[in-house]
């Protein structure tokens, strides 16, 4: 069983669309939890970041987390085809070393016009 | 604030030539740096980890290696490359509880 498990789509929305990124994992160790966009040949770009089970809200997104199914999401709200991208969630153990993440393969993300 | 530098932007090297890869951090000191490979289709894999001048920790077995001369300089290298060595190579830096940061990367070929 892989450490994180995300379904690589490709996930079509039509734009204003509400969209749900999902990540399950494994390791109860995990203390954080990140998600990342990642547009063609860049290089991710930090989007949410939480240290607790909850919602965190910025903006359209909202990072929920819940430790105890070890199950994160990303909403997206009213979508605009700028959000079409890749999309990571990425996880960590201690917040000595916040570099050594485990991510996810990442969800293509594609919101039509 | 803080930036990444890291260059090239994209390499092709035959199979066997040696490869160095470059990255530099500004707006920042004593930070933690990563190399960080990504696959066609995959995740991102913790390649290397700095902590410090000099201070280099791997993560898995390869034919890479990873040197940091200078506190926001952070350098991959091999002797001799070879064809699974192809990939998105990603420099990242962070601070004591902060999260990771990623540099735009270099594609690197190998043919």
């Known amino acids: 069983q892989k450490e994180v498990e995300q379904d690589p789509g490709p996930l079509s929305v039509p734009e204003g669309a509400i969209v749900s990124l999902n990540c399950t994992y494994s390791?109860?160790?995990?203390?954080?939890f990140m998600w990342y966009r990642q547009y063609s040949r860049k290089g991710p770009e930090l989007l949410m970041y939480?240290?607790?089970?909850g919602n965190k809200e910025d903006g359209r997104f909202t990072a929920q987390v819940d430790k105890s199914s070890k199950y994160i999401s990303l909403f997206i709200r009213d979508s605009q085809p700028s959000d079409s991208a890749t999309y990571l969630c990425a996880q960590g153990e201690g917040s000595s070393n916040t570099g050594k993440l485990i991510f996810g393969q990442g969800t293509t993300l594609q919101v039509k016009p | 604030s803080q930036t990444i530098h890291q260059w090239p932007a994209t390499l092709v090297q035959p199979v066997g030539s040696p490869l160095s890869l470059e990255c530099t951090v500004e707006?920042?000191?004593?930070?933690?740096l990563y190399w960080y490979r990504q696959a066609a289709g995959r995740g991102l894999q913790l390649l290397f980890y700095?902590?410090?001048?000099?201070?280099i920790s791997s993560e898995v077995p390869q034919n890479l290696s990873a040197s940091r001369p200078q506190d926001r300089q952070f350098i991959l290298s091999s002797k001799k490359l070879l064809l699974s060595d192809s990939g998105f190579y990603l420099c990242a830096w962070s601070e004591l509880g902060s999260p990771l940061h990623f540099g735009n990367g270099t594609r690197l070929t190998v043919t």
């Open positions: 390791n109860s160790a995990f203390q954080y």
């Open positions: 707006g920042t000191s004593n930070p933690n």
């Open positions: 700095s902590v410090g001048i000099g201070q």
């Open positions: 939480t240290y607790s089970s």
